[in-house]
């Protein structure tokens, strides 16, 4: 299997914690940069630390920007608890993070791997301000697989994501870069949900991180189902930009335009996805649209159990 270079640019946040996972197993992970978004960036700091460390995950983690481009910070506990990481008993912390600041490790990875992937799954703040100092490092990528927008509703306004809508100024820089964009929006990552069934083969498994990842998974759910109403486990948005580089082949997508709006009273953070084929706005972005969820599931499995040394 190819193993392509990636950094993970997140959040966590409960599915940042099991695409952490997954893009150890799946990819070459290079390293974690944390971003505020889920929490305030203390927290997601510290979460992407327990992450490696429950996990046994040899990567450095690098702290980045704790607020947006502009205005400030915004959070999301009532999806994922006031730590980042409600549910699971977390240990002490005794990972450290790097020094290297998270936009300084992410133009020196580019500089070491020509075909490096960003992917963030946070707000996109850390990659707009990399992408601001060095314009260059747009064309110099594999390309950037995101999580965040949709072409339909939002979830945080009704017309926005989360991760948009937390730095709407960061996602446009991103989106006029330049750069090979794929885009894993609510429209795909609702379709991959976490239901019960999914949660007991991954406790059933047993070892640490499966566990870990059942705890989470566990809580999440039920957070979703508080906040929304939805019943059939909460959707693991972020391993799905992560599976669209280590298994494209999972999902269905199509070539779009895609822009951010960042003055709109109503629509602010809102992806515009032009999905007419108007030959006067050149396609910008491939955007995901269907993910064959069984198999994604059976790829997130294989992942997480490995780092326990596969499943018993």
Same mark, same amino acid.
């Given at each position: 299997m190819s193993r392509p270079p990636l950094i993970l640019d997140c959040d966590p946040g409960h599915?940042?914690? @099991?695409?952490?996972? @997954?893009?150890?197993?799946?990819?070459?992970?290079?390293?974690?940069?944390?971003?505020?978004?889920?929490?305030?960036?203390?927290?997601?700091?510290?979460?992407? @630390?327990?992450?490696?460390?429950?996990?046994?995950?040899?990567?450095?983690?690098?702290?980045?920007?704790?607020?947006? /481009? /502009?205005?400030?910070?915004?959070?999301?506990?009532?999806?994922?608890?006031?730590?980042?990481?409600?549910?699971?008993? /977390?240990?002490? @912390?005794?990972?450290?993070?790097?020094?290297?600041?998270?936009?300084?490790?992410?133009?020196?990875?580019?500089?070491?791997?020509?075909?490096?992937?960003?992917?963030? +799954?946070?707000?996109?703040?850390?990659?707009?301000?990399?992408?601001?100092?060095?314009?260059?490092l747009a064309k110099r990528l594999a390309g950037i697989s995101i999580m965040g927008g949709a072409y339909g509703p939002g979830n945080t306004t009704a017309a926005a994501e989360f991760n948009i809508w937390a730095d709407p100024e960061a996602a446009q820089v991103v989106f006029e870069s330049g750069a090979n964009l794929i885009l894993a929006g609510l429209d795909v990552t609702h379709q991959f949900r976490m239901n019960a069934a999914r949660v007991a083969r991954l406790r059933a498994a047993g070892g640490t991180a499966?566990?870990?990842?059942?705890?989470?998974?566990?809580?999440?759910?039920?957070?979703? /189902?508080?906040?929304?109403?939805?019943?059939?486990?909460?959707?693991?948005?972020?391993?799905?930009? +992560?599976?669209?580089?280590?298994?494209?082949q999972l999902f269905t997508s199509s070539r779009r335009h895609v822009a951010v709006e960042t003055a709109g009273k109503l629509t602010r953070g809102m992806t515009v996805v032009d999905r007419r084929g108007d030959l006067s706005k050149p396609a910008n972005t491939t955007v995901l649209e269907t993910i064959n969820a069984d198999a994604a599931f059976d790829v997130l499995f294989d992942a997480v159990t490995a780092l326990d040394g596969g499943a018993k």
């Open positions: 599915d940042d914690a @099991l695409a952490i996972m @997954l893009a150890a197993s799946r990819a070459n992970l290079v390293a974690i940069t944390a971003v505020s978004g889920n929490a305030p960036l203390e927290r997601t700091l510290v979460n992407a @630390l327990l992450t490696a460390q429950i996990a046994g995950i040899d990567v450095e983690v690098h702290e980045g920007a704790a607020k947006p /481009l /502009l205005g400030e910070a915004q959070h999301a506990p009532y999806i994922h608890g006031q730590t980042g990481l409600d549910g699971p008993v /977390l240990p002490p @912390l005794s990972k450290a993070a790097s020094k290297v600041p998270a936009v300084k490790a992410i133009l020196a990875a580019a500089e070491q791997h020509d075909d490096l992937w960003l992917v963030p +799954v946070g707000p996109l703040t850390n990659v707009a301000i990399a992408l601001t100092l060095e314009p260059s499966a566990t870990f990842a059942a705890d989470l998974l566990t809580f999440f759910s039920a957070a979703y /189902l508080k906040h929304t109403g939805q019943a059939g486990g909460g959707p693991l948005h972020d391993p799905c930009a +992560v599976l669209a580089v280590t298994d494209p």
